[in-house]
């Protein structure tokens, strides 16, 4: 199992396309999950002295979708972005790094292969001009 590439095309409606590759004799399935590492700075204030931040991290879930691709075969998954990944990309104007963890369950032993993504939104083409 292999991924094609580290750019992820996001169409308007929120569909993300990753490419993956079947390698072997046969056929493998399993799931796909997006997820943003978030850093949160929290400042804290004691007795109108600033004390020492504090971050924090929190990993959101972007996107999950199941695949099934014949052995030897490359395939095109389409994940759909939840509300949470849709929002991020556009506060990110379009250009957003993401981790991909592909977790293939067939053929057996399960694998776990995470690559970090670039989610790149697709800009709409042929918009009219004002007349």
């Known amino acids: ?5 580290s750019t992820i095309t996001v169409q308007g409606n ?3 396309e990753v490419k993956l590759s079947c390698t072997g004799t046969g056929m493998c399935a399993g799931k796909l999950t997006l997820t943003e590492l978030r850093l949160a700075v929290k400042i804290l ?6 004390t020492t931040p504090k971050t924090k991290t929190k990993t959101e879930t972007l996107g999950t979708a ?16 939840n509300a949470v990944g849709r929002a991020l990309l556009g506060a990110a104007h379009g250009r957003l790094s993401a981790s ?3 977790l ?26 004002r007349r």
């Open 14 to 16: 929120g569909e993300a």
């Open 100 to 102: 991909l963890t592909v």
């Open 45 to 50: 204030l004691e007795k109108g002295k600033r």
């Open 66 to 81: 199941t695949f099934f691709i014949p052995a030897g075969k490359t395939a095109t998954i389409e994940l759909k972005l």
């Open 1 to 5: 199992m292999s991924l094609d590439g």
């Open 104 to 129: 293939k369950s067939a053929p057996g032993p399960t694998q776990t292969l995470t690559e970090d993504v670039q989610l790149v939104q697709r800009r709409a083409h042929g918009k009219a001009g």
